[in-house]
């Protein structure tokens, strides 16, 4: 194999790997992982919960109602601790 052979050669293999390597050939990657969790929100004395939402769908859906003050619990499910939830 002459010398210009191999350059060609390497060179579309270091192509080859860079692109493998790339975002674009792994969708998932530099993503974060988005969980799902349990919405509080407290408005006067009632505390109302909605599940499987997002910290910012959270954040988003609570400033919208207006609640006097949110959390979020990331991966649990909506408790009822006799606020009506």
Same mark, same amino acid.
């Given at each position: 194999m002459s010398?210009?052979?191999?350059?060609? $050669?390497l060179s579309? %293999?270091?192509?080859?790997?860079?692109?493998?390597?790339?975002?674009?050939?792994?969708?998932?990657?530099? /993503? !974060?992982? $988005?969980?799902?969790? %349990?919405?509080?929100?407290?408005t006067g004395?009632?505390?109302?919960?909605?599940?499987?939402?997002?910290? /910012? !769908?959270?954040?988003?859906?609570?400033?919208?109602?207006?609640?006097?003050?949110?959390?979020?619990?990331?991966?649990?499910?909506?408790?009822?601790?006799?606020?009506?939830?």
């Amino acid at each position: 194999m002459s010398a210009r052979c191999r350059i060609i $050669v390497l060179s579309l %293999a270091a192509l080859a790997v860079a692109a493998a390597a790339s975002p674009a050939a792994n969708p998932s990657a530099g /993503r !974060e992982t $988005v969980f799902r969790g %349990a919405c509080y929100c407290k408005t006067g004395p009632t505390l109302q919960c909605t599940a499987n939402l997002t910290e /910012r !769908e959270c954040r988003q859906q609570c400033d919208e109602a207006l609640c006097d003050d949110w959390f979020w619990k990331e991966r649990l499910p909506c408790w009822n601790w006799g606020y009506g939830g």
